[in-house]
């Protein structure tokens, strides 16, 4: 299984508009952060969650040529936004719909912002076409299971999601925009060969969980890795990465591993 975190950033990305503080200003690459998206490779199998409105821009700079199917996490801007560059997998496929798995908060939102796109064929070639689906708890492919478990944020859940890789059996879990991981998320994620893991800045936040808040998360799953992902301007790279915890790092646009 390979995993790229497409983009590792808040709502308003960094550097921020208008803003030159430290990490905005700062030329270190790992402080650039687009809006939070990541790109598995399960034995051959193609899955991307969310699209940012970067979504065309990290394709292209991460090379992103395959596309099977898509994870809708929730309906927030920063994940929804870039849904149209989806067009271009579509074509991909032959012309074919792409399935896009989410909540039923998720398909509303995709509804009323893609109208144009609903049906099991683009309207012509080069137009985006989606097939919503719910996602299930535990969704069975040739290649592995993506389980799914909601996560409160706000006034909506998320997806919580966790792959488990068919032929080499490690597995995944992908847990961002949330204020609590439930104990039902924990036990699905323990045994985790890596985690990423929302975890905004050092200050609470009242969707979000704060940088101590996640890593007492990562201590209850004890995956052997867990990347922080979703951050802010509030957090230089290196200056996170020395105050961490043992297993805990930051994530950063580009950052690929594999299991």
């Known amino acids: 299984m390979e995993v790229i975190i497409l983009g590792s950033g808040t709502s308003q990305g960094v550097p921020m508009i208008a803003c030159a503080c430290a990490v905005c200003s700062s030329t270190d690459p790992r402080n650039h952060r687009t809006r939070a998206s990541i790109h598995v490779v399960m034995d051959g199998l193609h899955v991307q969650v969310d699209a940012a409105p970067e979504f065309r821009l990290q394709c292209r700079r991460e090379r992103i040529e395959q596309l099977d199917l898509f994870i809708l996490t929730h309906g927030h801007a920063d994940h929804i936004a870039g849904m149209d560059d989806l067009r271009r997998f579509c074509d991909l496929l032959g012309g074919n719909a792409l399935t896009v798995y989410t909540t039923a908060e998720g398909r509303g939102r995709v509804n009323a912002m893609f109208p144009y796109a609903m049906g099991e064929k683009p309207a012509a070639r080069g137009?985006?076409?989606?097939?919503?689906?719910?996602?299930?708890?535990?969704?069975?492919?040739?290649?592995?299971?993506?389980?799914?478990?909601?996560?409160?944020?706000?006034?909506?859940?998320?997806?919580?999601?966790?792959?488990?890789?068919?032929?080499?059996?490690?597995?995944?879990?992908?847990?961002?925009?949330?204020?609590?991981?439930?104990?039902?998320?924990?036990?699905?994620?323990?045994?985790?060969?890596?985690?990423?893991?929302?975890?905004?800045?050092?200050?609470?936040?009242?969707?979000?969980?704060?940088?101590?808040?996640?890593?007492?998360?990562?201590?209850?799953?004890?995956?052997?890795?867990?990347?922080?992902?979703?951050?802010?301007?509030?957090?230089?790279?290196?200056?996170?990465?020395?105050?961490?915890?043992?297993?805990?790092?930051?994530?950063?646009?580009?950052?690929?591993?594999?299991?």
Do not use: N
């Open 127 to 259: 137009y985006a076409a989606f097939k919503l689906a719910d996602m299930l708890p535990s969704l069975e492919l040739p290649q592995g299971t993506i389980q799914s478990t909601l996560l409160p944020h706000g006034g909506i859940s998320t997806l919580g999601l966790v792959f488990t890789e068919r032929s080499s059996g490690k597995k995944f879990a992908y847990y961002t925009d949330c204020k609590r991981v439930t104990p039902e998320a924990i036990a699905l994620a323990r045994g985790a060969d890596a985690v990423v893991l929302d975890g905004l800045r050092p200050l609470p936040h009242p969707s979000h969980l704060s940088i101590d808040e996640a890593i007492a998360v990562a201590k209850e799953i004890g995956a052997p890795q867990t990347w922080l992902t979703h951050l802010t301007h509030l957090t230089d790279h290196d200056v996170l990465t020395t105050s961490l915890p043992s297993g805990l790092a930051p994530a950063y646009d580009g950052l690929r591993f594999k299991l």
